[in-house]
């Protein structure tokens, strides 16, 4: 009797620990697979120039009328701002919403120029495209064309 119970109570625990492994494997496969993108971060060569995190955007994009801005380096972002890895068939598209003032020279997937074609303010989108798909659309990004170079105001007088 004493045996057949010691069997049960063995079976009972190995089930229960079996149950433990392949729910924590489980778990750990969900978790443990790739975020999904919802930021980016623009960069110029001297930093970051706007962070997209979700629906918040931090920063605006500026270029000078008739010049183009320096080379601009976008990196994707999942939802904990880590940098999303990209393979070599991944694209990126940027959409300026009134290409009368400003576009984008795309220079390699994930870099590119704005051009300032005419002063004004518009907005841009910057989108990821993954096996054909696009897998993200940031929010519209305020993007500025400077008819001139802005100067800081003097301090007052007073």
Avoid: K
Avoid at 1 to 30: K, P, Q, Y
Avoid at 41 to 49: N, T
Avoid at 87 to 110: C, H, K, N, R, Y
């Amino acid at each position: 009797m004493a045996d057949r119970t010691f069997e049960i109570l063995r079976r009972a625990v190995g089930a229960a620990v079996c149950a433990v492994l392949v729910a924590g494997c489980s778990s750990s496969t969900d978790s443990g697979g790739p975020r999904p993108v919802d930021g980016l971060v623009v960069r110029d060569p001297f930093g970051p120039v706007v962070t997209v995190q979700g629906s918040d955007v931090l920063g605006e994009l500026e270029v000078l009328l008739d010049f183009q801005t320096p080379l601009l380096t976008v990196t994707f972002a999942n939802d904990l701002g880590e940098a999303v890895q990209t393979s070599g068939g991944d694209q990126m598209t940027v959409t300026i919403a009134d290409e009368s003032l400003a576009t984008w020279s795309q220079a390699g997937p994930f870099t590119g120029m704005l051009n300032g074609l005419s002063p004004g303010e518009t907005t841009a989108r910057f989108s990821l495209i993954q096996g054909g798909q696009t897998v993200y659309t940031s929010p519209a990004i305020g993007l500025t064309v400077l008819g001139q170079l802005r100067t800081p105001e003097p301090p007052s007088q007073h």
